[in-house]
């Protein structure tokens, strides 16, 4: 079984200063590791994944984040954020074979609030 | 469609009413999931069709939610006799591969209230 916490469930940022989303999962096998977005009114966007390989990887729009195996976290960083980046963020994991490989378990969110 | 489409957009019903929801996936994707999001909590995972075949089905919460892909391509996710609880955003996504960990493609979702 998996599951995540998202540690934060609204962010207030001011445009132009950095933001960093917390993530922390629990899994018995394996994962890989997903940030998604939600516009409103929209469906839900993939920002970036971690599969395998480099720990920090890089995604759409500005945003990165960290693997910690050991801590067992995925945050998410943007060095300077724009008012369109306001959403709903999601912090997601699936396993990666079998049965834990064909679903998502997401995180309770994160609403990210730009201010001018 | 450029991208996968869910109607309705909105649908208000009353206790122990019948839905449907319906999702055009994006064309050729072989994977197709519905999940279902509560207000104010991340979507949960309903089903999984690979094509026609319905491979995974334990997160539907009773056996009043039915779910088909007959053709491989639209699906229907059916609710009988719903209940209050049943209140959700119901979001489907597809993927091109058969697995669902790659990328998925979510649609807008379909909005219920059950009063």
């Known amino acids: 079984a998996q599951s995540v916490t998202q540690l934060d469930s609204q962010v207030p940022v001011f445009e132009e200063a950095p933001v960093e989303l917390r993530c922390n999962y629990s899994?018995?096998?394996?994962?890989?590791l997903f940030w998604y977005v939600q516009y409103p009114n929209q469906g839900l966007q993939l920002l970036l994944k971690?599969?395998?390989?480099?720990?920090l990887v890089k995604g759409i729009n500005g945003f990165e984040a960290e693997f910690n195996k050991s801590q067992t976290s995925f945050h998410l960083r943007k060095p300077s954020v724009h008012i369109s980046d306001t959403a709903e963020y999601f912090c997601a994991v699936s396993g990666k074979t079998g049965a834990a490989g064909n679903k998502l378990t997401f995180g309770g969110g994160t609403r990210v609030l730009v201010k001018p | 469609g450029a991208g996968v489409s869910q109607s309705p957009r909105y649908k208000v019903a009353k206790r122990g009413q019948d839905v449907a929801l319906r999702c055009d996936p994006i064309?050729?994707?072989?994977?197709l999931f519905w999940y279902q999001q509560a207000l104010g909590q991340g979507p949960e995972f309903l089903t999984y069709?690979?094509?026609?075949?319905?491979?995974?089905k334990s997160g539907l919460p009773s056996d009043r939610f039915f779910a088909e892909r007959p053709e491989g391509s639209v699906s229907t996710l059916k609710i009988q006799r719903t209940q209050q609880e049943d209140s959700a955003v119901y979001l489907c996504?597809?993927?091109?591969?058969?697995?669902?960990?790659?990328?998925?493609?979510f649609g807008s979702g379909t909005q219920l209230s059950v009063l």
């Open positions: 971690y599969l395998s390989g480099s720990t």
């Open positions: 064309s050729g994707h072989v994977s």
């Open positions: 996504a597809s993927s091109p591969r058969g697995t669902g960990n790659e990328k998925l493609f």
């Open positions: 069709f690979q094509n026609e075949a319905q491979l995974d």
């Open positions: 899994s018995s096998v394996s994962v890989y």
